[in-house]
């Protein structure tokens, strides 16, 4: 009695999907090809994703890492504009994290140390003094587990399991990503973790976008905007001090959009610390909302990437530590700031600073973050 009916909502919802889709053309089928090979023998998959406007995405289960993502120009012209290797050893030796999803805790935390309902953790120190993006093996050094898309979108769903006591962290987190690429040109990004006991989270994605598509080229002239009043200064070691600062008349300000070079080199004691921006901004609006959180354009192909969150913070590090010595993509060597990340996150150090949005999870609760990175032309 119940099949027939569930047979016919299903066809409904179905045709329902068919006919909100553009008219004419069908959704590419994924491809998954073997991109290597791990030590211990287990695979690592490649899966592209494409979109019915011929934009296209790809992503290995090894990181849950984005390898390339290919959007148009001004003249329609696909490029590659993210950073990345062209073999699975790149990515397993690499120490910049790129296209990854990185955590548990994306960013750093102060000594490594927290303390969570009064009891003290001690993670991974990997990073001076402190801890960062997860430890030394972080969500971008594990297999991740692929599971077939569930919509009429061009998606990939990744799930990762991080256990008790992993990097120093507390409580087993379950944590699914999901990438789509939809027929606007925007790559989604939705995250949903669970855990069995309270633990910290905080993934991030971590791409190097160049949108000129040539990555032998810095991305100083990228002119960039960042919606955000504010920014949470960092001393020694990138630690937030634990303040928010008005970006007014700093070189931080990028309220209206300005070329990243702009004001990178000034004597500047923060970006002096960064060695360039490497800094977290106090996003404007209540996070929990997606809205607008940057806009970064280049003007020789046109292309824009328009950011949207949820998150409260977006930090923006501008590939200052990329010296030439890791050979990308056909062979080219990335040089100094020719990436550059909008990670979208909770503040840094937040565990150990309780004036910050908080970052601890609660078994029941379900942690959510929706990033777009939008592309376009003008
Ligand atoms: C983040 C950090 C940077 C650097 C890169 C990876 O963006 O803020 O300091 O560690 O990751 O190289």
């Given at each position: 009695m119940m099949r027939p009916i569930i047979f016919c909502m299903a066809m409904i919802a179905f045709l329902f999907t068919q006919a909100c889709q553009p008219k004419g053309k069908a959704l590419p089928p994924m491809k998954t090809t073997v991109f290597g090979t791990l030590p211990d023998g287990r695979p690592v998959h490649q899966y592209t994703l494409e979109n019915r406007s011929g934009a296209s995405a790809q992503i290995i289960d090894y990181g849950a890492a984005v390898t390339s993502l290919k959007v148009p120009d001004r003249n329609g012209k696909l490029e590659d504009v993210v950073l990345g290797y062209d073999s699975l050893q790149g990515y397993v030796?690499?120490?910049?994290?790129?296209g990854a999803i990185v955590g548990r805790y994306g960013n750093r935390i102060g000594k490594g140390r927290f303390v969570l309902d009064g009891k003290e953790y001690q993670l991974t120190v990997n990073d001076g003094e402190n801890h960062l993006?997860?430890?030394?093996?972080?969500?971008?050094?594990v297999l991740w587990e692929a599971m077939p898309p569930?919509?009429?979108?061009a998606s990939l769903r990744l799930q990762v399991v991080s256990k008790d006591g992993?990097?120093?962290?507390p409580g087993t987190v379950t944590l699914r990503v999901t990438y789509t690429l939809t027929d606007k040109n925007e790559l989604r990004i939705d995250y949903e973790g669970t855990t069995d006991r309270p633990p910290i989270l905080n993934p991030t994605q971590h791409s190097y976008f160049n949108l000129s598509g040539a990555f032998d080229r810095p991305i100083l002239d990228h002119l960039l905007m960042i919606e955000a009043d504010g920014v949470t200064p960092v001393g020694a070691g990138l630690i937030p001090t634990g303040r928010i600062t008005d970006v007014a008349n700093t070189p931080m300000d990028f309220r209206k959009p300005m070329a990243i070079g702009t004001h990178i080199d000034d004597p500047d004691a923060q970006l002096a610390l960064g060695k360039g921006y490497d800094h977290n901004w106090v996003l404007?609006?209540?996070?929990?909302r997606v809205r607008k959180a940057a806009e970064l354009y280049e003007a020789g192909s046109g292309r824009m990437m328009t950011v949207f969150t949820d998150q409260p913070g977006l930090q923006f590090y501008?590939?200052?530590?990329?010296?030439?010595?890791a050979k990308g993509k056909n062979g080219i060597a990335y040089g100094h700031r020719s990436g550059l990340c909008l990670e979208t996150q909770a503040f840094p150090d937040t565990p150990n600073k309780p004036q910050f949005p908080s970052v601890t999870l609660r078994p029941g609760q379900v942690y959510r973050q929706t990033t777009l990175y939008q592309f376009s032309t003008k």
């Amino acid at each position: 009695m119940m099949r027939p009916i569930i047979f016919c909502m299903a066809m409904i919802a179905f045709l329902f999907t068919q006919a909100c889709q553009p008219k004419g053309k069908a959704l590419p089928p994924m491809k998954t090809t073997v991109f290597g090979t791990l030590p211990d023998g287990r695979p690592v998959h490649q899966y592209t994703l494409e979109n019915r406007s011929g934009a296209s995405a790809q992503i290995i289960d090894y990181g849950a890492a984005v390898t390339s993502l290919k959007v148009p120009d001004r003249n329609g012209k696909l490029e590659d504009v993210v950073l990345g290797y062209d073999s699975l050893q790149g990515y397993v030796d690499g120490t910049s994290y790129f296209g990854a999803i990185v955590g548990r805790y994306g960013n750093r935390i102060g000594k490594g140390r927290f303390v969570l309902d009064g009891k003290e953790y001690q993670l991974t120190v990997n990073d001076g003094e402190n801890h960062l993006h997860g430890g030394a093996v972080g969500f971008n050094k594990v297999l991740w587990e692929a599971m077939p898309p569930d919509s009429g979108e061009a998606s990939l769903r990744l799930q990762v399991v991080s256990k008790d006591g992993e990097e120093g962290y507390p409580g087993t987190v379950t944590l699914r990503v999901t990438y789509t690429l939809t027929d606007k040109n925007e790559l989604r990004i939705d995250y949903e973790g669970t855990t069995d006991r309270p633990p910290i989270l905080n993934p991030t994605q971590h791409s190097y976008f160049n949108l000129s598509g040539a990555f032998d080229r810095p991305i100083l002239d990228h002119l960039l905007m960042i919606e955000a009043d504010g920014v949470t200064p960092v001393g020694a070691g990138l630690i937030p001090t634990g303040r928010i600062t008005d970006v007014a008349n700093t070189p931080m300000d990028f309220r209206k959009p300005m070329a990243i070079g702009t004001h990178i080199d000034d004597p500047d004691a923060q970006l002096a610390l960064g060695k360039g921006y490497d800094h977290n901004w106090v996003l404007r609006g209540a996070a929990g909302r997606v809205r607008k959180a940057a806009e970064l354009y280049e003007a020789g192909s046109g292309r824009m990437m328009t950011v949207f969150t949820d998150q409260p913070g977006l930090q923006f590090y501008s590939g200052n530590f990329l010296d030439g010595s890791a050979k990308g993509k056909n062979g080219i060597a990335y040089g100094h700031r020719s990436g550059l990340c909008l990670e979208t996150q909770a503040f840094p150090d937040t565990p150990n600073k309780p004036q910050f949005p908080s970052v601890t999870l609660r078994p029941g609760q379900v942690y959510r973050q929706t990033t777009l990175y939008q592309f376009s032309t003008k």
